[in-house]
């Protein structure tokens, strides 16, 4: 038995995120399909998060364990000619059985894209929040200074998660623009559930003067999901990178 | 009536190109519809180029007369709000009834995108051609070169093309690297029915080694389409601006 660790892309559009479901299609799920053809064996991948319905990834991974003797483009190979065009592995390397996706991370990035433009764009319409106006680059980003260090994110946090420890570092956080995109960039050691998203949605309230500038600490101190902004939408946000 | 100039983009994976077709959907047909609705008469809309089925546009101009009052972005939102996804207008702005999108243009640039790793990208699967073996792309930007200058470009024109003058000037042409990503640029004051895509896989076979990196000058020289490389496929392939 060896375990394999791959490194994935995926357009999230058409999936129920990561994890498997009943009644709903997931990457997981589709992945464990791609690997049973190739290897002959059901096998369970275990992935380095949770992503929500709609999220895609730069750079997600995740483990087998497989007798299979196939390895590097050998693999990786076999792999995208059994998955559908919206995820393709493009790493596969042999990892000790004590490496665990999610727990032997170190950290993470993730990205997340508006188009701020009174116009639509067809190219970005699937992977960013479509926002007609003008958005205050400096100001978020002035803002988004706050997140930075080690706190408490549970006002960061979807109400119902299980999560005890709600303690994360977050140790790079910007916001740029790029013409009329503009990008939000968070890197951590880890987030909580929904974490980015009302992170984002939080900066969008600064950005229309609902809130302060230098509202950020004071809204992690509160430790109240009700204190922070909404819950921005799922398809701007791309895990980037994963750090080990 | 006043003649309006339209700026859009769209991604051309579901069109038979630009132009309106029997049978088939075409961008120009879907525009026309949307002019439709929003001015409740049917005009005839001019582009500035024909483009092929399952060519994109980052900027496709194109004019229509109308008696309608709307103008910039309240054209621009109704005419969003009654185009599918993968068309948007993004400029609207009034023109002398002289000005025609086709014969005004001063030049165009296109680009087009090679997706080169030995994994597919999902992201890009539908906006570039993907090749698994490493391009030299020094190589091949030292190739490009010999389509600078105004020459008759007949090598590099579909066959049975109606065209009679068949002299363009290329002024930009070079294969740049970004990651795994190559993209060629070409801009020049015309191009031919198929140029750009013939030019790409004629540096593709430079690549191969199946040519010499110094041909292309002898190739245009044979003003016969024979003598080139093969035409890339039509989805790696933007209108990437037209200059007026």
Redesign the interface.
């Known amino acids: 038995m060896q375990r394999l660790l791959l490194t994935m892309?995926?357009?999230g559009t058409r999936y129920h995120g990561w994890q498997v479901q009943k009644n709903a299609v997931t990457v997981q799920q589709t992945l464990q399909d791609a690997i049973e053809k190739v290897t002959g064996v059901r096998s369970g991948v275990t992935g380095c998060s949770r992503t929500d319905a709609g999220v895609?990834a730069?750079m997600f991974c995740c483990t087998f364990d497989t007798e299979s003797r196939l390895r590097g483009?050998s693999m990786?190979?076999a792999l995208?000619a059994n998955l559908p065009?919206?995820?393709?592995?493009?790493g596969c390397s042999e990892v000790p059985a004590s490496f665990h996706p999610r727990y032997s991370a170190v950290g993470k990035r993730y990205r997340y894209y508006i188009w701020n433009?009174?116009?639509?764009?067809?190219?970005w319409?699937k992977?960013s929040l479509h926002l007609r106006w003008h958005l205050d680059v400096d100001l978020m980003n002035e803002a988004a200074a706050g997140f930075l260090g080690r706190h408490d994110f549970s006002s960061f946090c979807a109400a119902g998660s299980s999560v005890k420890d709600t303690v994360r570092a977050i140790n790079r956080c910007s916001v740029e623009r790029d013409g009329e995109l503009v990008v939000f960039t968070a890197e951590g050691d880890g987030f909580l559930y929904n974490m980015v998203r009302i992170m984002v949605g939080t900066l969008l309230e600064i950005a229309a003067g609902k809130r302060e500038k230098d509202c950020i600490p004071s809204v992690i101190a509160a430790k109240n999901r009700e204190c922070a902004g909404a819950t921005a939408p799922a398809k701007g946000l791309f895990l980037d990178k994963v750090f080990y």
């Open positions: 892309r995926f357009d895609h730069n483009n990786i190979s995208n065009d919206d995820i393709a592995v493009y433009s009174p116009a639509r764009n067809p190219f319409e992977y």
